[in-house]
């Protein structure tokens, strides 16, 4: 018999890449969207099935995680052997901008899925989709599951609350319900205000004469960049294994966002000069014109300066470690987008 699996969030990157993966596995997969006024599907558009097809094995539902009455009946109905909750506002810059909603949806919407699952059926295993930005001004490198937090927005203070609620509801009612303490990771479906997107985005369209400067924030900061394909396989194994526990996924390589940016730049063959300071610094092409400059309003109110982790639990019993490495990744992000460009989508 297949295994049932049901998703929050299932339009998002991740969402996506584990539908796919989730298909391979022969898995049924029921996934919750949200009610948009344009489509929000476009990430799954090539797994869509539709009404009519018999023995569906992959069934939508509209619900909202901010909406407990939703939560429950689509968990009800769709009696899942498992659910990934991905279901967030993502966007940390954007989290300082509407942090009650953020909180809303992703403190308090783990919560209404804990408690409809305790009501529902004990057994069903819970995945909640943890962030290195609880990490956030580290106090400790690299980081590993035992290294304490400091989140350092809206965004990771509402990602701690679902961390220790799942951590809470294991312990209490002893639920299967484990925390990823997922680093970066990107992909050519990363959502476009994403700062590694925008990049291969804009100079990828730069390159294609379509737009004339990239402008960007904080260069300084260091990521710890994987590939979602490859986390996506992690977060699956995760419900895998015997007991319930809490990983990092990360590839323990660390660049700034400048580095990713010059590496994406040389797989064009854009020749890049860089000068002046701070807001004035800027990066020149081959004819002197300024192609990327800073801008104050992609700052954050108080950032997250570095983040590296180490996953030597999660290859130890998750036998997980990544396949891509930063140039991989990059490399698919590009072909991606010069596809598009090709064929002026
Ligand atoms: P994403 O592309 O922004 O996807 C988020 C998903 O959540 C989308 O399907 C979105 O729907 C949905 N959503 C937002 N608010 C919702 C609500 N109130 N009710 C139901 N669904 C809602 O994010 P991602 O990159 O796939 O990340 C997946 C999860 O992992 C998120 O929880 C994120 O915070 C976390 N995470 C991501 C990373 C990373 O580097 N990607 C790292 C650590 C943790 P719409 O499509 O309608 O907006
Ligand atoms: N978005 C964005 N846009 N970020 C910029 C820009 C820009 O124009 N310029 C510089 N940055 C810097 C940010 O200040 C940050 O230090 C870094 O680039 C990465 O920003 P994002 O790509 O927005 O990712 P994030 O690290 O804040 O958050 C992502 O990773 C988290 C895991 O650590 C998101 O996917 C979160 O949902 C996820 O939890």
């Not at 400091?150 to 220790?164: E, F």
């Amino acid at each position: 018999m297949s295994k049932i699996a049901l998703i929050f969030g299932i339009t998002g990157q991740d969402g996506s890449y584990l539908s796919k993966f989730l298909l391979k596995k022969n898995y049924v997969v029921h996934g919750v969207k949200r009610r948009s006024s344009s489509l929000n599907t476009a990430r799954i558009d090539s797994i869509y099935q539709e009404p009519f097809v018999k023995k569906k094995k992959l069934i939508l539902h509209y619900g909202d995680v901010s909406d407990s009455n939703s939560v429950f009946s689509i968990i009800k109905n769709t009696k899942p052997d498992e659910i990934y909750n991905f279901a967030a506002q993502s966007h940390v810059a954007v989290s300082f901008e509407i942090p009650e909603y953020t909180t809303n949806t992703d403190a308090m919407g783990t919560l209404r899925i804990l408690e409809a699952i305790l009501k529902i059926n004990k057994k069903i295993k819970f995945y909640q989709a943890g962030s290195s930005e609880m990490f956030g001004k580290v106090m400790q490198i690299p980081q590993t599951e035992k290294t304490p937090f400091y989140p350092r927005s809206p965004y990771g203070v509402a990602k701690l609350y679902s961390h220790w609620i799942t951590i809470n509801y294991r312990e209490s009612y002893n639920l299967f319900a484990s925390n990823g303490i997922l680093f970066n990771h990107e992909s050519p479906l990363r959502g476009e205000t994403f700062v590694t997107k925008k990049i291969v985005q804009g100079l990828c369209r730069i390159k294609f004469g379509k737009q004339k400067k990239l402008y960007l924030g904080n260069l300084y900061s260091k990521r710890d960049w994987g590939h979602a394909e490859d986390y996506v396989e992690a977060i699956w194994k995760i419900l895998q294994v015997r007991k319930p526990d809490d990983f990092v996924i990360c590839t323990g390589k660390q660049y700034t966002i400048k580095n990713f940016l010059d590496i994406t730049a040389k797989k064009l063959g854009i020749i890049l000069k860089w000068r002046g300071k701070g807001l004035n610094e800027k990066a020149y092409n081959l004819d002197n014109k300024p192609i990327v400059e800073i801008k104050k309003k992609y700052f954050r109110p108080s950032e997250v300066d570095k983040l590296v982790g180490d996953y030597t639990k999660a290859k130890k019993i998750l036998n997980w470690k990544p396949k891509h490495n930063l140039s991989s990744l990059i490399d698919d992000m590009i072909n991606h987008e010069i596809n598009l460009l090709k064929n002026d989508k």
